[in-house]
DNA sequence: TCCATTAATGCAACAAATTTGTATTTGCAA
DNA sequence: TTGCAAATACAAATTTGTTGCATTAATGGA
């Protein structure tokens, strides 16, 4: 699928940031931060643009934000484009790398009374790569 | 188990901030934030020596990071206090409320060459008093 | 194609959470 | 009791993200 489609799909405006972040995005088949975005970028767009697209993205469906700690966020592309669904997410301790699942949540037990919206998951490890 | 003991279990100096937080946490029974902690010890100490203490209550497995999205991150007290093990948690998205819930996390399956070292999960919802 | 409308962007300022440097104080073992 | 390493306070810096506002650009219809 290509980003005018994608934006289309969605009701969103064709712009050349919108579409320069889904490019970067699905040529690197991984999750990315805002610094890797604009760095990939070549510094084209201003830090708040980038903000302001992720979430109307996001909130679009056609973007997830993965926060793997605070002070790491990133950005997966959804299953609007990649048909994935809800899943969990793998953080390379070594190459920081953030890989999206292919599983399924499980909700673990919940106390009474309690009632559950959302579930995430961060699996913490060494990628293929990096093990090797 | 009293705050001296924990801390001299770890082999960490004895200190009003660090026996400040022990006391706060384990009479809430809840994982509580640097400035939830900072109130309940009615700015006795710096923040800066809060982040301090909890990283190093962190480092000694007396205390773990609970990142329950950027911008809000909590501690609680570990398997060396409780008797806990890794565990999820819940985040009550109503009164804000996080809890160390007692089940034990499951790994999902990883694609061939990833090793895990740890795992997370938070479940987001309404906890009991909230849904009453 | 041209235009009007409305959304998107850039820029400056702001804000919160956390970190770092450093001088001073404190815990504790000898 | 004392010396030393560790802990603390305070100021400043960093990181990450948000907000207000003037300017620019995308798009649907004339
Ligand atoms: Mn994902
Ligand atoms: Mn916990
Ligand atoms: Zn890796
Ligand atoms: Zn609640």
Same mark, same amino acid.
């Given at each position: +699928?290509?980003?005018?489609?994608?934006?289309?799909?969605?009701?969103?405006?064709?712009? !050349?940031?919108?579409?320069?972040?889904?490019?970067?995005?699905?040529?690197?088949?991984? !999750?990315?931060?805002?610094?890797?975005?604009?760095?990939?970028? +070549? @510094?084209? $767009?201003?830090?708040?643009? &980038? =903000?302001?697209? $992720?979430?109307?993205?996001?909130?679009? @469906?056609?973007?997830?934000?993965? #926060?793997?700690?605070?002070? +790491?966020?990133? =950005?997966?592309?959804?299953?609007?484009?990649?048909?994935?669904?809800?899943?969990?997410?793998? =953080?390379?301790?070594?190459?920081?790398? #953030? &890989?999206?699942?292919?599983?399924?949540?499980? !909700?673990?037990?919940?106390?009474? @009374? $309690?009632?559950?919206?959302?579930?995430? +998951?961060?699996?913490?490890?060494?990628?293929?790569?990096?093990? !090797?």
């Amino acid at each position: +699928m290509d980003t005018f489609s994608i934006l289309r799909n969605h009701n969103l405006r064709r712009t !050349a940031c919108r579409e320069g972040i889904l490019k970067v995005m699905m040529t690197s088949g991984k !999750a990315l931060s805002e610094s890797e975005i604009r760095s990939h970028l +070549m @510094g084209n $767009f201003d830090r708040t643009t &980038f =903000y302001r697209s $992720f979430k109307t993205m996001e909130d679009s @469906g056609i973007l997830h934000k993965i #926060v793997v700690d605070d002070r +790491m966020v990133r =950005y997966g592309l959804s299953e609007a484009v990649t048909g994935k669904s809800s899943h969990p997410h793998f =953080y390379c301790t070594t190459c920081h790398s #953030v &890989f999206c699942l292919d599983q399924s949540l499980v !909700a673990p037990q919940l106390p009474s @009374g $309690f009632s559950t919206d959302d579930l995430e +998951m961060i699996v913490k490890g060494v990628c293929k790569k990096c093990n !090797a």
